[in-house]
């Protein structure tokens, strides 16, 4: 079976530019997480959803982010305008159910802001 | 106050030693998850082990084990055994009861298991 698979791997932007990074979860995963984790950091929560409802966006840093999930499976999170400080590791995980506490893990996409 | 502490940024470990890696934490909610996921290089979060703030028993899976101690809030990782593919960052991570959905991420120890 599939696991959680994220595109592109690897995005490079110019400062000002939006971005769309995508997340595919683990088919029938109610819940999906996104995190952002810069070098030498853990991940930090940024937004949750349980299917299409987004029901957390707490993390989110600025209103330049936005997460989507409009169907309950797919979901894009867009940063507009990108700057420096958003060059980070976007993670992207999903769950099976609302208290399951395994979350399976995408391997990232890498984004570097010049 | 940081939710996960993990004050070792480098270990070291011969191979087929036991290493133990040190994760406290910091919450008032009497209702917890504690966890610990490798990372190797390639990036991706690798479960390996929970810890429920209620039970009684140390978690174990194959050579991963928790040392839980409530009272010090402290939740270290032992992996006995080491091997060679044990080398990657390791974090530490808690989920509390009231915040739910929030997944709090320590800064990650990196281990290098040496031949």
């Known amino acids: 079976g599939a696991g959680v698979s994220q595109s592109p791997r690897y995005k490079v932007a110019k400062r000002g530019q939006d971005v769309a990074l995508r997340c595919d979860p683990i088919s029938g995963h109610v819940s999906l997480f996104w995190y952002q984790q810069a070098l030498g950091q853990g991940p930090e929560f940024l937004t949750y959803f349980q299917n299409e409802a987004q029901l957390d966006k707490s993390g989110l840093p600025s209103d330049r982010f936005f997460a989507e999930r409009p169907e309950g499976s797919v979901s894009t999170l867009k940063i507009q305008r990108t700057q420096q400080e958003d060059s980070a590791v976007y993670l992207c995980?999903?769950?099976?159910?609302?208290?399951?506490?395994?979350?399976?893990f995408g391997p990232g996409t890498r984004l570097t802001v010049t | 106050a940081q939710k996960i502490t993990q004050t070792q940024p480098g270990m070291f470990v011969q191979e087929k030693e036991a290493v133990t890696l040190d994760c406290t934490y910091d919450t008032s909610d009497p209702s917890y998850g504690l966890f610990w996921y490798k990372q190797p290089s390639s990036g991706e979060m690798i479960f390996l082990i929970y810890?429920?703030?209620?039970?009684?028993q140390n978690a174990t899976e194959g050579r991963y084990s928790l040392n839980f101690q409530k009272a010090r809030k402290s939740a270290n990782l032992v992996i006995s055994a080491s091997q060679l593919g044990d080398s990657a960052m390791y974090f530490c991570?808690?989920?509390?009861?009231?915040?739910?959905?929030?997944?709090?991420f320590g800064t990650g120890t990196s281990l290098t298991v040496i031949p």
């Open positions: 995980a999903s769950s099976s159910g609302l208290l399951s506490y395994e979350q399976y």
């Open positions: 991570a808690m989920r509390e009861a009231n915040t739910g959905n929030q997944f709090y």
């Open positions: 810890q429920g703030s209620y039970d009684q």
